[in-house]
Each structure stands twice: as structure tokens, then as C-alpha cells.
T-cell receptor, first 112, second 114 residues
């Protein structure tokens, strides 16, 4: 299975943009890029996903490199509530169906 | 909608005891799964189901059984609890009919085996 690499932790100031990177150099053509986040003492929650094009939703934006070997989750204005572990996950729609394989993620700390 | 519910929230077992972790969803999702999360780690898939009567193993299935008799419920059974099964257990569900295949997670069950 294709793997992802994320920094262990990042820090941000409140109300500033945050760019969370993810490397996935062995991504295959059928892999979707998903981002989930896990707030303290809660289950993960879906943030965004994409295949080739950049994506925006009410929570975040996802920028995908042209060669798809990396992607960046963008939080436009970090709030204290965005402090969480962010997981970048590749989902193979052909082989894996709905299964998600979680790595270690990036722990985002937001300073007031 | 209540979403995905899990009971109990906390449980302490002695080694060798058995128990069932309950999971239910009211979104008519076909896909349900169980994950465990050890301290400081990501989630690992235990078992999953793509519909009533169909289950399959994930990454770490040993010591656990599942069944799916209805669309709504997906209980996880610990056959003979071991300290290595001390973890937080999350149940999740999703629908094949939604393009994002967004998975909804329950609040978790924190299990300690002594």
C-alpha cells in the first residue's frame, strides 16, 4: 500500500493560515488523498479529499501537486479549536474500498 | 440522527474475561468498521463489514470477533481479554453511495485490561 509521510508536529498562531504538508511519492493512479483530523479525546472526523485537482470546502482547502506525489492541507485561519492531529491518508478505491490506513499524523498546536 | 454511537464509554476488564463492545449507526450505511488506537499512535483496522452478513479481517484481527446481523449494528467481541488489548476502540461507518466515502466515527470506548 502507498504510504504517506507527515511532520510529527507543527505550530501555528491563532487566526493565521496553516499549511500542513504530506508526501506520498508512491501514490498510484487509483489512490484518493483523504484528510481526517482527530480532536483531543474524540474520534477522527473527515476534513477533505481529492484525486487530482485542488479542492475547497467549508473546513479547508486541499492543494495537490501536479505529479500527485505531495499535497498540502490549508486551514485559512487557524482557531484554537483546530488544534488536533491531522492524518493524510491514501485510499485505493479499487483495492481498499472504504478502508482507511492511518499513519502517525501531524499534531497541530495553535497558540493564542 | 444520532450518527455512530458506542457503548460503553469506559470499561475495565481482568485478563481472561470476555466482553462485547457495542456500535450502532442510524444513517443506513453499508460499511462499518472497528479500529483500535494505542497511546500516541494512529488507528489500526481490526475488522470491517460491507453489509449485513458480510465481515472481513483488517490489519489486527487476532483476539476479536465480529458479526453483522443488521445494517445498524456491528458489535466487537473480545474473546479472552489480554493486557495488550488495552486501547481506545473506535467504530466507524460510511456509505458507498456518497462519492467522498466519508467515514463517520463514534466517540470511542476506552478499554483497560488488568
Amino acid at each position: 500500500d502507498a504510504k504517506t509521510t507527515q511532520p510529527n508536529s507543527m505550530e501555528s498562531n491563532e487566526e493565521e493560515p496553516v499549511h500542513l504538508p504530506c508526501n506520498h511519492s508512491t501514490i498510484s493512479g487509483t489512490d484518493y488523498i483523504h484528510w481526517y483530523r482527530q480532536l483531543p479525546s474524540q474520534g477522527p472526523e473527515y476534513v477533505i479529499h481529492g484525486l487530482t485537482s485542488n479542492v475547497n470546502n467549508r473546513m479547508a482547502s486541499l492543494a495537490i501537486a501536479e505529479d500527485r506525489k505531495s499535497s498540502t492541507l490549508i486551514l485559512h485561519r487557524a482557531t484554537l479549536r483546530d488544534a488536533a492531529v491531522y492524518y493524510c491518508i491514501l485510499r485505493d478505491v479499487v483495492r481498499a474500498g472504504n478502508m482507511l490506513t492511518f499513519g502517525g499524523g501531524t499534531r497541530l498546536m495553535v497558540k493564542p | 440522527n444520532a450518527g455512530v454511537t458506542q457503548t460503553p464509554k469506559f470499561q475495565v476488564l481482568k485478563t481472561g474475561q470476555s466482553m462485547t463492545l457495542q456500535c450502532a449507526q442510524d444513517m443506513n450505511h453499508e460499511y462499518m468498521s472497528w479500529y483500535r488506537q494505542d497511546p500516541g499512535m494512529g488507528l489500526r483496522l481490526i475488522h470491517y463489514s460491507v453489509g449485513a452478513g458480510i465481515t472481513d479481517q483488517g490489519e489486527v484481527p487476532n483476539g476479536y470477533n465480529v458479526s453483522r446481523s443488521t445494517t445498524e449494528d456491528f458489535p466487537l467481541r473480545l474473546l479472552s481479554a489480554a493486557p495488550s488489548q488495552t486501547s481506545v476502540y473506535f467504530c466507524a461507518s460510511s456509505s458507498f453511495r456518497v462519492p467522498s466515502y466519508e467515514q463517520y466515527f463514534g466517540p470511542g470506548t476506552r478499554l483497560t485490561v488488568t
